[in-house]
C-alpha cells in the first residue's frame, strides 16, 4: 500500500495508574478510511484526542508524512491539517450554517467580518461534497436534521483543507436514512485524498465504507486489516476477545488482560 | 427539506414579507413584541391622555427619561447575549457617576476628565465581575449580587449619608437636557436614513457582484422609505416649539442625548454584527462548549463582555446625573437595573443567551419609558406605574420563553 500519511508507533498514554494505552500502533493512508473499532474502554477516545492535541500521548512517535511531530496542542493538530468531528457535534444552534462552519477561524477583512467570501467558500465546500439537502446556507443550525447537522460539522473539517479527518461516531444518533448519506459523504472525502479515521461502534458503517479495520483491544491494536480480508464474525471475534480463533490475526498476548476483560465487562 | 435547492428565494418586497411572517410564526419575533406594546400604549395613553401625553413637550421628555435605561439596557444586551445577568448594572451607573461628580465638584477636575473617570470606574467594575464570573466560574447571579449590595455601599460613602453632589458643569448638563438646533436635528435625519439606503445599495450591489443572493432593489427602497418617513415624523414634532412662552425661552429640536443613543447603536451594533468578536459572543451564548473547541476564549469574551456591560451602565449613570443635575444615593437604585432588563428583554434579547441585539434596547426602553411617563400623566401612584411594569416584564419574558419553545420545535433558534 501507498505512504501513509500518519503513523503512530508504541502509543503509550496511562492516567495515573491506569494505563489506557499499552503500544498502539497505527497507520493511516490518504484516500482511505481506515475505522476503529474497539470496546467501550478500549482505548478509542484516549487514542484520538492524542491526535488531535486534546490531551498529548505519554511515549511513543507520530509520524505524519514521515516526519516526527509532536501534537502537544489543538493548534499543532489543525496546523497539520488533522481535524476532528465529535459525537456531540459542537455547533451553535442559534448560529447558521455559514456561521458556523467558519467558528473560531472567521475570515476578516479591515477588521470587518468578510461574509461575502466566507458565504461563498461554505457554498463551495458544500458544493464539493455534494451536499444538496441544506435549503438555505443562511439557515440557522437548529432548523437542521441529524444528518445535516453531521454534513455541517464534516464540512467545517474539511474547509480548510485539512489532510486527515478523525469522525468519532458520526452516525450513532441517526436514522437508517440519514446514515447512508453521512456514509456517503464519509466516502467522497476519501475519494478527494483525505484520510479519513473512522470510530464507529456499528460494524454495519464500517463494512459499508471501510478500507481497512483497525481492532483495538485493552490499550492495543488487536489486528489492522483490510476490510475485504475479513468477515463481520471475525472483527467481533476481536473486539471482544482481542483474538479470532479461525485466523490466528496478530494475537494480543497477555492472558491477565483478557482476565481484566471478563471483571470488567 | 431535502429538496435540491441551493438556488435561493428572491428578495422583493413581497417576499421579504412573506419570509417575515414565516420567522414570526416560527418562534422568532424578534422585536415585534417591543413595536406593538408601543403602538398599544401610545394609543391608550393617547385616548386617555389626549392633550398632555401627545404633546410635543412630553414627547422629548419621554426621551431624556428614557435615555438613561436604554444605554444601561445596551450593555446588559451584551451580558444577555452570553445566558448571564448583571443585577449590579444600576448601581455600577449610580457609583460610577458619583466618582465622576465627586472629581468634577468637589476636586475641580475638568469635565471630560470627570467622564473619564467615570466610564473608567465602569469598566473597572465590569472587569472585576467579568473576573469572577468567567475565572472563578461563581455564578454571575450571584457576583452581580454581592457587586449590587456592595456598590450601593460605595455610592453611599462616595456621596455621604443623605447627601448629594450637585452637577455644575453646563457641558454635563446640556447631555440629557438641552436639544440640538431645529436643522441640525434635519441634518441628523438625513445622514441617518441616506447613511442607511447608501449602505444597503452598496451591500446589495457588493453581494450581486459576489454572485450571492442579495436584496432587491425594491426592498432597500421600502425599507428606507419606512425609516425616513417614521424618523421624519419624530424629527418634525420635535422641531416644534414647546416652550409655554417662546418669547422667554425657546425649546424645539431633537435632544442632544439622541445624537449619543444613536452613535453608540451603531458602533455596538458593528461590533455585535460585523466583528469576530460580535460573532464570538453569540457563539457563547448559544454553546459554549462548541465555541470552546472552536478554539474561541471563551473566559476572555465573558470578560470583554462584562466589561462593555459595567462601562456602558456608567455612561447610562452620566445621563442620570445630567437629568437630575445632581447625584444622590439613589442615583441607579431601585428600579433603574430592573427597568434597564426589561427593556432589553421587552425588546426582544432573550434571557438564555444568544439571541439579541442592541436595538432591542431602545425598542424596549422606549416601551418602559412609555408606560413610566404615561402613568405619570394619569396620575397613578407609585404603587400602580410598578405594578404594570412588573406585568409588562413578566409578560415580555412570557412571550420570551413561548417563543423560543416554538422557534426550539421550529427550528428557527
Redesign the interface.
Known amino acids: 500500500m501507498a505512504q501513509p500519511i500518519v503513523e503512530l508507533t508504541d502509543i503509550v498514554k496511562s492516567f495515573g495508574p491506569v494505563s489506557v494505552l499499552k503500544g498502539v500502533s497505527l497507520k493511516v493512508y490518504p484516500g482511505k478510511i481506515t475505522a476503529l473499532v474497539g470496546d467501550n474502554g478500549a482505548g478509542k477516545s484516549t487514542l484520538i484526542k492524542g491526535l488531535a492535541g486534546v490531551q498529548p500521548y505519554d511515549s511513543g512517535t507520530v509520524r505524519f508524512e514521515n516526519n516526527v511531530v509532536t501534537l502537544h496542542n489543538?493548534?499543532e493538530a489543525?496546523a497539520l491539517g488533522i481535524e476532528v468531528v465529535?459525537q456531540?457535534?459542537?455547533?451553535?444552534?442559534?448560529?447558521d450554517i455559514v456561521?458556523n462552519l467558519f467558528?473560531?477561524?472567521?475570515v476578516?477583512k479591515n477588521?470587518?467580518?468578510d461574509e461575502?467570501t466566507m458565504?461563498?467558500r461554505a457554498?463551495e465546500t458544500l458544493?464539493a461534497l455534494s451536499v444538496?439537502?441544506v435549503?438555505?446556507?443562511?439557515q440557522?443550525v437548529?432548523?437542521?436534521?441529524g444528518g445535516?447537522r453531521q454534513t455541517v460539522a464534516i464540512a467545517r473539517s474539511v474547509i480548510w483543507n485539512s489532510r486527515v479527518v478523525i469522525l468519532d461516531e458520526p452516525t450513532a444518533a441517526l436514522g437508517v436514512a440519514q446514515t447512508e448519506q453521512v456514509l456517503k459523504l464519509v466516502r467522497r472525502l476519501a475519494d478527494q485524498g483525505l484520510a479519513v479515521v473512522l470510530i464507529s461502534h456499528n460494524l454495519n458503517d464500517v463494512f459499508e465504507v471501510a478500507d481497512q479495520v483497525s481492532v483495538l483491544y485493552l490499550g492495543k491494536i488487536a489486528a489492522q486489516l483490510a476490510v475485504k480480508d475479513v468477515t463481520r464474525n471475525q472483527v467481533v471475534e476481536l473486539i471482544t476477545s482481542g483474538r479470532s480463533g479461525a485466523q490466528d490475526l496478530a494475537p494480543v498476548g497477555d492472558t491477565s488482560a483478557s482476565n481484566e476483560e471478563t471483571a470488567t465487562s | 427539506?431535502?429538496?435540491?435547492?441551493?438556488d435561493?428565494?428572491e428578495q422583493g418586497v413581497a417576499a421579504a414579507v412573506r419570509s417575515y411572517i414565516g420567522r414570526t410564526r416560527g418562534g422568532d419575533v424578534g422585536a415585534l413584541p417591543a413595536v406593538l406594546s408601543l403602538i398599544v400604549l401610545a394609543a391608550v395613553f393617547t385616548v386617555l391622555r389626549p392633550s398632555t401625553f401627545t404633546n410635543a413637550f412630553n414627547f422629548s421628555n419621554l426621551l431624556h427619561q428614557g435615555a438613561a435605561v436604554i444605554v444601561i439596557a445596551m450593555g446588559l444586551v451584551f451580558v444577555l447575549l452570553l445566558g448571564e445577568i448583571d443585577l449590579s448594572a444600576g448601581f455600577t451607573a449610580g457609583t460610577s457617576a458619583a466618582v465622576m461628580g465627586v472629581v468634577l465638584t468637589n476636586h475641580g477636575w475638568p469635565w471630560y476628565a470627570s467622564v473619564l473617570a467615570c466610564i473608567l470606574t465602569g469598566a473597572v467594575i465590569g472587569t472585576c465581575i467579568g473576573a469572577l464570573v468567567a475565572r472563578l466560574g461563581i455564578p454571575s447571579f450571584v457576583v452581580t449580587l454581592a457587586a449590587f449590595l456592595g456598590l450601593q455601599g460605595v455610592l453611599l460613602k462616595l456621596v455621604g449619608e443623605g447627601g448629594t453632589v450637585p452637577i455644575r458643569n453646563d457641558i454635563l448638563l446640556a447631555i440629557n437636557n438641552d436639544n440640538m438646533p431645529v436643522w441640525a436635528g434635519w441634518v441628523l435625519w438625513a445622514v441617518v436614513v441616506g447613511g442607511f439606503a447608501v449602505l444597503s445599495v452598496r451591500r446589495a450591489i457588493?453581494?450581486r457582484s459576489?454572485?450571492?443572493q442579495a436584496e432587491d432593489l425594491s426592498l432597500v427602497v421600502a425599507k428606507s422609505l419606512v425609516l425616513a418617513v417614521l424618523l421624519g415624523a419624530a424629527t418634525y414634532f420635535l422641531s416644534i416649539e414647546r416652550s409655554r412662552n417662546p418669547e422667554v425661552s425657546s425649546i424645539k429640536g431633537v435632544p442632544q442625548v439622541v445624537l449619543v443613543l444613536l452613535v453608540l447603536l451603531v458602533v455596538l451594533s458593528f461590533v455585535l454584527s460585523?466583528?469576530?468578536f460580535g460573532?464570538?459572543v453569540?457563539?457563547v451564548?448559544?454553546?459554549a462548549?462548541?465555541?470552546r473547541?472552536?478554539?474561541?476564549n471563551v473566559r476572555r469574551v465573558k470578560l470583554i463582555c462584562f466589561v462593555i456591560g459595567s462601562s456602558l451602565a456608567a455612561i447610562g449613570g452620566i445621563l442620570i446625573a445630567s437629568r437630575n443635575n445632581s447625584i444622590s444615593p439613589n442615583t441607579g437604585a431601585a428600579d433603574t437595573l430592573l427597568y434597564a432588563v426589561g427593556a432589553a428583554v421587552i425588546g426582544g434579547t432573550s434571557l438564555f443567551g444568544?439571541?439579541g441585539r442592541v436595538l432591542d434596547a431602545i425598542l424596549g426602553g422606549l416601551v418602559i419609558a412609555v408606560i413610566i411617563n404615561g402613568m405619570g400623566l394619569l396620575n397613578k401612584p407609585s404603587s400602580t406605574v410598578y405594578m404594570v411594569t412588573g406585568f409588562v416584564l413578566l409578560v415580555a419574558a412570557s412571550v420570551d420563553a413561548l417563543s423560543r419553545r416554538r422557534?426550539?420545535s421550529?427550528?428557527?433558534?
Open positions: 489543538p493548534r489543525t465529535y456531540d457535534l459542537a455547533l451553535c444552534d442559534n448560529l456561521h467558528l473560531g477561524r472567521e476578516t477588521g470587518q467580518l461575502d458565504e461563498r457554498t458544493a444538496r439537502t435549503k438555505s446556507i443562511r440557522h437548529a432548523s437542521l436534521s445535516q | 427539506m431535502s429538496a435540491t435547492t441551493h435561493l428565494p457588493r453581494r459576489h454572485g450571492l460585523r466583528t469576530s460573532r464570538h453569540y457563539a451564548g448559544g454553546n462548549e462548541a465555541a473547541r472552536a478554539g474561541i444568544g439571541k422557534a426550539a421550529t427550528g428557527n433558534v
